[in-house]
């Protein structure tokens, strides 16, 4: 039983009902270490404005309970919301981290946001690359990663103690799975990797990044294994064949996420705004050739 407590995080979620999104404060009883996985910085599209409440959130609960921010985790290049991460290393110190994969994501939307050679596309906006499989604590809780690609090619699982925070790969088991239609996104490729996160044990607790209520349900942002196994509508009973016909047929269907233009450009910089303009002014671009030619 104390091992069990030992590698037992407290998780604290943190609900912004304006992009759906759930924030993490993941935190070791033994030395009130922490790490905050996928901040929110709120942001108004109709106004071009930014503010801080959701963010504030976190900084008061931080705060209230003493904690010490070791880590500040993205698990991919969210296309949602704006990242927080730098407002919260500013507040509370911490090491931003993000897959190595991120690259590959600066690459192509360097391009599409035509960053300039300013923009360096080799992930050094943040201070932590991390690989498949790399491990790293939190206190004295040990961490892992899971390079799980299929959504984006930098998502990754990040696993401390019992506990798997999977970001956009798997929902609510009604909920069921990421659209795989983004550039570097593939639906077999995001099956396999699911089967990753699967083969944890069943008790492993499953705590994912968004939850719509489906059916009018109240809003739930964690499961486990073992019920993602037997129930998520996407992937109990279905072969891998299957899965990808249904994902394919299914992200035909969707439109891009209402927060896709400043959250790429601000998130592939690390939550960093991108450089002021002449005139002191910092701006976000909108590619008026849209974004639908970058779908799949």
């Given at each position: 039983?104390?091992?069990?407590?030992?590698?037992?995080?407290?998780?604290?979620?943190?609900?912004?009902?304006?992009?759906?999104?759930?924030?993490?404060?993941?935190?070791?009883?033994?030395?009130?270490?922490?790490?905050?996985?996928?901040?929110?910085?709120?942001?108004?599209?109709?106004?071009?404005?930014?503010?801080?409440?959701?963010?504030?959130?976190?900084?008061?609960?931080v705060r209230a309970q003493e904690l010490q921010v070791e880590w500040l985790i993205?698990?991919?290049?969210?296309?949602?919301?704006?990242?927080?991460?730098?407002?919260?290393?500013?507040?509370?110190?911490?090491?931003?981290?993000?897959?190595?994969?991120?690259?590959?994501?600066?690459?192509?939307?360097?391009?599409?946001?035509?960053?300039?050679?300013?923009?360096?596309?080799?992930?050094?906006?943040?201070?932590?690359?991390?690989?498949?499989?790399?491990?790293?604590?939190?206190?004295?809780?040990?961490?892992?990663?899971?390079?799980?690609?299929?959504?984006?090619?930098?998502?990754?699982?990040?696993?401390?103690?019992?506990?798997?925070?999977?970001?956009?790969?798997?929902?609510?088991?009604?909920?069921?799975?990421?659209?795989?239609?983004?550039?570097?996104?593939?639906?077999?490729?995001?099956?396999?990797?699911?089967?990753?996160?699967?083969?944890?044990?069943d008790e492993t607790r499953i705590f994912v990044c968004h939850d719509y209520g489906?059916?009018?349900?109240?809003?739930?942002?964690?499961?486990?294994?073992?019920?993602?196994?037997?129930?998520?509508?996407?992937?109990?009973?279905?072969?891998?064949?299957?899965?990808?016909?249904?994902?394919?047929?299914?992200?035909?269907?969707?439109?891009?996420?209402?927060?896709?233009?400043?959250?790429?450009?601000?998130?592939?910089?690390?939550?960093?705004?991108?450089?002021?303009?002449?005139?002191?002014?910092?701006?976000?671009?909108?590619?008026?050739?849209?974004?639908?030619?970058?779908?799949?």
């Amino acid at each position: 039983m104390a091992q069990q407590m030992l590698n037992s995080p407290n998780v604290n979620g943190f609900f912004d009902s304006d992009t759906n999104t759930v924030s993490y404060i993941v935190t070791d009883p033994a030395t009130k270490a922490c790490a905050v996985i996928d901040a929110v910085l709120d942001f108004n599209m109709a106004s071009g404005t930014i503010d801080t409440s959701s963010a504030d959130e976190i900084v008061a609960f931080v705060r209230a309970q003493e904690l010490q921010v070791e880590w500040l985790i993205e698990t991919h290049v969210h296309a949602d919301h704006l990242s927080a991460a730098p407002y919260l290393q500013n507040a509370l110190g911490g090491k931003i981290g993000i897959s190595a994969e991120i690259a590959s994501v600066q690459k192509i939307f360097g391009k599409v946001f035509n960053a300039g050679t300013e923009f360096e596309r080799d992930g050094s906006q943040f201070d932590k690359l991390f690989t498949d499989n790399d491990t790293y604590q939190i206190g004295t809780l040990e961490a892992h990663t899971i390079h799980t690609p299929g959504h984006t090619p930098a998502c990754m699982v990040h696993v401390v103690g019992d506990a798997a925070f999977v970001g956009d790969t798997l929902f609510m088991p009604d909920g069921g799975t990421a659209r795989a239609d983004f550039p570097g996104g593939d639906a077999r490729v995001l099956y396999q990797s699911i089967q990753k996160i699967l083969m944890l044990p069943d008790e492993t607790r499953i705590f994912v990044c968004h939850d719509y209520g489906p059916g009018g349900r109240a809003v739930e942002w964690q499961t486990d294994v073992g019920t993602q196994k037997q129930h998520n509508i996407h992937l109990a009973g279905k072969t891998e064949d299957e899965f990808v016909a249904m994902r394919q047929e299914r992200d035909a269907t969707l439109g891009m996420p209402r927060l896709i233009l400043p959250s790429i450009q601000v998130n592939m910089r690390a939550g960093h705004m991108p450089p002021a303009e002449e005139n002191g002014d910092t701006y976000l671009k909108i590619p008026v050739s849209g974004l639908q030619d970058i779908r799949k």
